[in-house]
Every structure is written in structure tokens, then in C-alpha cells.
């Protein structure tokens, strides 16, 4: 067998597998949060106020940092967030070429 599996963070870290799916009328979102341990920390599904499935996932993501934040992590592990399914953005990077995401500061953008 050829499949990936998941494996677990490194200790220190945790990792948010979150997706976004967007079928016919219907869209939603679904997340896990699991520690070192690969125990599960936070597990979350439902609808999402989206239209496509890429902006599900971007809202999905946010919602993985409100809940890291809410659960106390902030400062004590860090974060991974992994997305369900990229092709959406790879294949819009492939079209630009070179792409870098940064965080900008507010005062500078």
C-alpha cells in the first residue's frame, strides 16, 4: 500500500486537520485538533456560511485559530494546520508561479 498516513506532530506542537466542502446547496466544514500524542483535543462539523469549498476551508481555518486560542495553547504548543484538499490554491499558484505567504502588520499593508 502506497497511502500516506498521518502521523503525529512533534512534541511541543499541535496539529488542526481541517476541511471544507462544498456540495450542490450544501457547504460545510469539519476539523480535528490532536496533541503529540495524536489524542484528539478538539472535533468540530457543521455548516459554514460559504459558497465554494475553498472559502469553506479558509473559514474552517479561522475557526481552527479561534478554538486553539480558546483552549489555551496559545504560547504553550505550537500550531500545524493541515487543509483538507489544496488543489483549489495549487492550481491558482501554478497560474501565478512564484508565491510566498507572509504575515503583513496592520500599520504596513
Known amino acids: 500500500m502506497g497511502g500516506r498516513f498521518w502521523?503525529?506532530?512533534?512534541h511541543g506542537w499541535v496539529?488542526?486537520?481541517v476541511?471544507?466542502?462544498a456540495n450542490e446547496d450544501e457547504v460545510g466544514c469539519g476539523r480535528v485538533l490532536r496533541d503529540s500524542d495524536g489524542v484528539a483535543r478538539a472535533l468540530f462539523s457543521g455548516p459554514i456560511a460559504a459558497k465554494y469549498s475553498?472559502?469553506?476551508e479558509v473559514g474552517a481555518i479561522i475557526i481552527a485559530l479561534d478554538v486553539f486560542l480558546a483552549m489555551g495553547w496559545?504560547?504553550?504548543s505550537s500550531l500545524i494546520i493541515e487543509i483538507g484538499s489544496n488543489e483549489e490554491i495549487e492550481t491558482r499558484m501554478v497560474q501565478v508561479g512564484n508565491v510566498s505567504f507572509s504575515k503583513a502588520e496592520k500599520h504596513r499593508n
Open 7 to 10: 502521523c503525529p506532530p512533534r
Open 15 to 17: 496539529n488542526f486537520n
Open 19 to 21: 476541511s471544507g466542502v
Open 54 to 56: 475553498i472559502t469553506a
Open 74 to 76: 496559545n504560547g504553550k
